[in-house]
């Protein structure tokens, strides 16, 4: 049976009290995650030590990942966070997110590096991509990393790609770089979750903006 990856991307949203009732929702909610679903929050760095916290306390199978990593290891890199000090709360890395490649300047070349500091300290990291192109650059071990197609146009705007297209695109995907989970990101919700996740080339989604909302992420997880 295929795995459905389901994770939340907070990107830069939620304080530390925000973040304890979300948590509290989840936790009250009793999501039943089955063996097929792997749920992974990631929040902004300075929440991981909390959320890693909350999860192991109370014995949740719900993984932490963060949503960048430094291209550099330890030392004189002002404003970095590296992937040892990483691997401390989170188990995966979300790299490359079309809002980093955009807003920072982000490219291919870096986030190759960023993937490289992910792999040496035993992260998986979460690689976006949003074209075809992207994803020839990429220098990825496929039995260490996600990768998620992402088209620009669905992000944020309420217009997510049809099931079909993107199954399409995560076919395209698995020929250039061969077996590898690809998940779909831009605009799932609850009521569109199942079209993604039932798609045969498709292993999981990344969800955005319906991952702020509990009530909206509790039912989106079961649907998925
Ligand atoms: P969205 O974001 O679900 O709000 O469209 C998806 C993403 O950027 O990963």
């Known amino acids: 049976m295929k795995k459905t990856f389901i994770i939340a991307n907070w990107k830069s949203n939620e304080t ?6 979300w ?5 009250n909610s009793q999501l ?4 097929g679903k792997k749920i992974i929050v990631c929040p902004p760095f300075t929440l991981l030590p909390k959320v890693k916290e909350f999860f192991v ?3 949740s199978s719900i993984a932490v990942g963060a949503q960048d990593i430094s291209p550099f290891g330890e030392g004189a890199y002002t404003g970095e966070v590296n992937g040892r000090e990483i691997k401390e709360f989170a188990d995966y890395v979300i790299v490359g997110h079309s ?3 955009i807003n920072f300047s982000e490219s291919d070349e870096l986030v190759n590096k960023k993937i490289e500091q992910a792999y040496l ?3 998986i990291p979460i690689v976006c991509v949003s074209s075809l192109d992207q994803v020839k650059n990429l220098k990825v071990d496929n039995s260490k990393t996600l990768i998620a197609y992402e088209p620009l146009f669905a992000i944020g705007s309420g217009t997510a790609d049809t099931p079909e297209n993107a199954d399409k695109m995560a076919s395209d995907v698995k020929n250039i ?6 998940l779909y990101g831009g605009s799932v919700t609850s009521g569109n979750v199942s079209s993604f996740s039932k798609m045969p080339n498709i292993d999981g989604v990344l969800i955005g903006k319906a991952s702020l909302e509990p009530s909206e992420f509790i039912k989106l997880s079961k649907n998925a």
Do not use: H, M, T
């Open 177 to 182: 770089l061969g077996e590898i989970p690809i």
């Open 32 to 35: 039943a995650v089955d063996e």
């Open 99 to 101: 809002e980093r490649r």
């Open 23 to 27: 948590l509290q929702a989840i936790n």
């Open 121 to 123: 300290q035993g992260i």
């Open 57 to 59: 306390n109370y014995q």
């Open 16 to 21: 530390e009290s925000e973040a304890k009732n």
